[in-house]
């Protein structure tokens, strides 16, 4: 059996949001696995219906890049080992130049990117730009990832939001391309970064998603000695019930728009709002997000210990 320990507890504490001792129990009873131990908080209706974005960040830039014409972008996600070293000019600098070679670049996977020329130097790779980066800075980087998007009819929204805590493209497809439609593909991208949908539309969601959710609000319902009382047909209008909540909550479409002024307009009804005022056919054809150290974990720094290390080699 795993051994739980406070590090592991803390972190699906900060995950969940549920109490110490579930946190403990849910470990114990999943051998230590933390996406198990998630579900079993979620099924006692310990934790809410989502993780949080990442379990600890890691540092670095997540930082778009587009063309001229706004109907091509890249964003990258650039990582370095301090948050110091991340807000350097000389860092930002280097993750700009990644961003611009990935929105000329046509490699579709890492490896074809890093052996590609850079172009700032094409003499060097960008795998070899990279390690010049790390001698420059004195500090490890690694380049995550990267995604383009191109759109022929219409443009491509990009945002970043807190100088690069996170990074969006909105894919916009429109006949009409003016400032106030650029004002609304912007806006629906602060809405990305903010709320975090995993869809654009309810139609892009597997069906093997929406019968896995089922499950836990089953056991979730199951677990409540009054819910468990109901007849079924009240049990499984419950779950449908909050299914479709759970829908509008993670698509991106059917979201409350955060700047609605009634706090009920979803985001559908935004760009359709706009689309009339414009006289513009629009749609909103997909996004990406990138948020920095998303799902990665963090080394626990113990400085007391590295300086003692450093010490005594020196003394060698």
Not at 24 to 31: E, F, R, V, Y
Request: proline content about 1%.
């Amino acid at each position: 059996m795993a051994q739980v320990t406070a590090a592991t507890v803390k972190e699906l504490r900060e995950m969940t949001g549920a109490g110490m001792m579930d946190c403990k129990k849910a470990l114990a009873a999943t051998d230590g696995d933390m996406d198990k131990a998630v579900e079993f908080l979620r099924e006692k209706g310990l934790a809410g219906a989502e993780k949080k974005a990442g379990r600890t960040a890691v540092e670095g830039l997540s930082l778009t890049c587009a063309s001229e014409d706004g109907k091509k972008a890249a964003v990258v996600e650039v990582n370095i080992e301090t948050d110091f070293a991340a807000n350097t000019d000389k860092f930002k600098d280097y993750v700009n130049a990644v961003a611009k070679q990935a929105l000329d670049s046509s490699s579709t996977d890492m490896e074809a990117f890093l052996a590609e020329k850079w172009a700032k130097d094409p003499s060097v790779t960008v795998e070899d730009a990279r390690k010049q980066a790390v001698s420059d800075i004195s500090e490890n980087i690694g380049i995550r990832r990267f995604e383009r998007v191109e759109e022929a009819n219409g443009f491509v929204a990009t945002y970043i939001h807190a100088g690069g805590k996170i990074g969006v493209l909105v894919d916009v497809e429109t006949d009409v391309v003016n400032d106030a439609v650029k004002e609304m593909g912007k806006n629906v991208a602060m809405q990305v970064a903010a709320l975090s949908p995993k869809y654009t539309r309810s139609s892009e969601i597997e069906q093997s998603y929406i019968d896995h959710e089922k499950e836990i609000l089953k056991a979730q319902i199951e677990n409540d000695p009054k819910e468990a009382a109901k007849p079924d047909k009240v049990k499984e209008g419950m779950i449908m019930g909050r299914i479709n909540k759970e829908m509008k909550e993670i698509c991106l479409v059917d979201q409350i728009y955060v700047k609605a002024e009634d706090g009920k307009q979803s985001v559908q009804k935004y760009v359709e709002e706009v689309a009339k005022a414009q006289n513009a056919k629009i749609n909103i054809k997909g996004f990406v997000r990138f948020q920095t150290g998303e799902g990665m974990e963090k080394k626990e720094e113990d400085y007391a210990a590295e300086v003692a290390k450093q010490i005594a080699a020196a003394g060698k």
